[in-house]
């Protein structure tokens, strides 16, 4: 199964993510971790992204698209990917689209994480005091709300056309939202 995680900064994809990895053995596709790795390693593409990223912009299409395509024999052999923060605009999806289809895959599902905006301000908050994430700063936070808005929103529609997101209540305890997603997956067809 091929799914994606959906929603704002903050709403909790990362930690679901890792969890649905514990559960079900399945491979977690996070271009976030990715370009953190590649700038960690002064890698080209890091070089590339860091300023982008530290600002709260995203990075150009082709680099993401162009990351993921290449963990996708990955995915495929461990029996279906999260995808968690991508795709984050409408040509990220039509590429992912394209590449699963090459593959003879697809996406099964989209898990839309719900958490209103006070709930997220808080929590990014949080992170930036315990842990220093330069795009947590409250000015970059603001801007990566505002990409947030303006280009990964329009995906809604989208994957509403195909009929395949689920809506899950992001505002309780890690545990909480788990069990919602878990049981939202029940009604997927492995
Ligand atoms: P969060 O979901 O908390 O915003 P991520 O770790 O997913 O954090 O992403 C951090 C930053 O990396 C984004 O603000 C953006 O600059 C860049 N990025 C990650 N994924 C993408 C993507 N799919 N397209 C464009 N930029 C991306």
């Keep these: ?74 995915a495929e052999a461990a029996g279906g990917a999260i995808f968690d923060g991508f795709p984050r605009t409408v ?7 394209a590449m699963l289809a090459r593959r003879g895959a697809k996406i099964d599902t989209v898990v839309r994480l719900l958490v209103d905006d006070e709930a997220l301000l808080r929590r990014i908050t949080g992170r930036f005091e315990e842990q220093g994430r330069p795009d947590d700063n409250p000015e970059s936070f603001k801007t990566r709300l505002g990409a947030y808005n303006a280009q990964t929103a329009p995906l809604l529609p989208y994957y509403e056309a195909q009929g395949k997101i689920r809506s899950v209540d992001g505002m309780g305890s890690p545990d909480e939202v788990s069990k919602a997603i878990r049981e939202s997956l029940e009604t997927v067809a492995a």
């Design 1 to 74: 199964m091929n799914l994606i995680l959906f929603g704002p900064p903050g709403s909790g994809k990362g930690t679901q993510a890792k969890r649905l990895v514990d559960e079900r053995g399945m491979v977690q596709l996070s271009t976030g971790d990715m370009l953190r790795a590649a700038i960690a390693s002064g890698s080209e593409i890091g070089l590339r992204t860091k300023d982008i990223i530290a600002r709260g912009d995203l990075v150009p299409d082709e680099i993401v698209i162009a990351l993921i395509e290449e963990r996708l024999p990955e």
């Design 91 to 97: 040509a990220q999806a039509e590429a992912l689209d």
